[in-house]
């Protein structure tokens, strides 16, 4: 077979590896992209949702700033490349647990830092048929889901078509590292970039960073139901895909779903939302997520031929947008790396491990 050079090879077409192919593609760059799909990668399974204020704590997204009008235009962008519609922009409403927490708002909403995101606060009950919210709660503005696999597919079908598509599982052993490169059966590449979300940990390469499982499952919920926004309150109802999530579990990383998380996301539907639904079917995937909550990119401490991008964590959808530009000026433009998102500040654990 003929060799064939290109300028980066990419492992996994997930999130990160999709947002990467499409910047690298962008900057008229030569790739090929290496991906075995599975039913259960995080990137298929994932609600889509993005959101700039999460948590129980309701709290400002790190970077929101940056991550989510970048995300609009990449989404957008990529919409038009690809022909296909998958990015919904849509508020997201949050009910206040208590009036504790309604009084709380109604102070913090007069911080600057919040107004971007802010569309109104109701210090009583709206949206009353679809939800309970005896304490009002914020509508958000700036969120919205992604149809990830409809994105995924869209992009699949991108590369597909350009003949740059390898559809199997990548073989680290097959892999020759050389001064000027890499090969990889009869491809050559100035750089590999790993985009394996949680397989990582299975990389001769890379799993010495501390890149640790969270499994998640969402319900897949049927409706007659219209629904134009996002409710958020112990578990997110996305509209559209129809998923409801998500369960966070750290220490039960094992293959499959399970009735504990079933009647978890139900309990919490049930207390949020008053339509009538059906679970038709249950999901689950393991999140790529890292102590300190950033993602990781950047080459490997002594092979600079080998580069990753990982980590995204519960967020993967308002983070790899931003990080793959950032991650192709660094690749291409020789912009330096934000050092809090760098693989090294996790150099002393390889060298430890080597
Ligand atoms: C239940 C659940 C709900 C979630 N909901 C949201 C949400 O609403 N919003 C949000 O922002 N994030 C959400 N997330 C998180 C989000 O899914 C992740 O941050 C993101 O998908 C990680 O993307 P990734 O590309 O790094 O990894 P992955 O999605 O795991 O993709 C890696 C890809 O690489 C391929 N691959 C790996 N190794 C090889 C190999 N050796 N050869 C070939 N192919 C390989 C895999 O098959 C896969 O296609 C959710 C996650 C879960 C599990």
């Known amino acids: 077979m003929n060799t064939k050079t290109v300028d980066y090879l990419i492992v996994g077409q997930g999130l990160a590896g999709s947002c990467l192919a499409v910047q690298l593609l962008e900057r008229k760059k030569k790739i090929a992209v290496i991906d075995r799909p599975i039913e259960h990668a995080a990137s298929r399974v994932a609600a889509g949702l993005f959101n700039p204020i999460t948590g129980k704590t309701f709290s400002l997204t790190w970077l929101a700033d940056k991550l989510f009008s970048y995300l609009h235009l990449f989404y957008q962008h990529t919409e038009q490349v690809t022909r296909q519609h998958f990015f919904y922009p849509m508020p997201v409403y949050r009910p206040f647990a208590s009036a504790g927490e309604q009084n709380d708002w109604i102070g913090k909403s007069a911080d600057n830092q919040y107004a971007p995101y802010l569309e109104k606060l109701s ?3 709206i ?14 503005k700036q969120c919205g889901y992604l149809d990830t696999v409809k994105f995924l597919n869209a992009v699949r079908m991108l590369i597909s078509k350009k003949g740059i598509l390898i559809e199997e599982l990548f073989n680290e052993d097959e892999l020759g590292l050389h001064s000027g490169g890499v090969s990889y059966r009869h491809l050559k590449a100035e750089r590999v970039i790993f985009c394996q979300g949680i397989a990582v940990n299975q990389s001769r390469f890379f799993s010495w960073l501390p890149i640790q499982p969270l499994k998640g499952e969402v319900l ?4 007659d139901v219209q629904v134009p926004r996002i409710y958020n309150r112990g578990v997110y109802v996305v509209p559209g895909v129809w998923k409801a999530g998500a369960t966070y579990n750290r220490f039960d990383t094992s293959p499959g779903v399970t009735p504990v998380a079933r009647k978890e996301l139900t309990t919490s539907l049930d207390l949020l939302v008053r339509f009538p ?6 999901l689950w995937g393991l999140r790529p997520t890292v102590p300190d909550r950033r993602p990781i990119l950047g080459s490997h401490p002594e092979f600079n031929k080998l580069v990753l991008f990982n980590g995204l964590g519960t967020k993967g959808v308002s983070l790899a947008p931003y990080f793959s530009h950032h991650l192709a000026e ?16 996790y150099k002393s654990l390889y060298w430890k491990s080597a």
Do not use: K, M
């Open 123 to 125: 210090a009583s009950p």
């Open 330 to 345: 660094w690749l291409e433009n020789g912009l330096d790396l934000n050092n809090a998102v760098a693989v090294q500040r």
């Open 220 to 223: 897949q919920l049927e409706t």
């Open 277 to 282: 639904y059906q679970v038709s079917n249950q």
């Open 127 to 140: 949206f009353e048929l679809q939800v309970n919210n005896p304490y009002g709660g914020l509508l958000l």
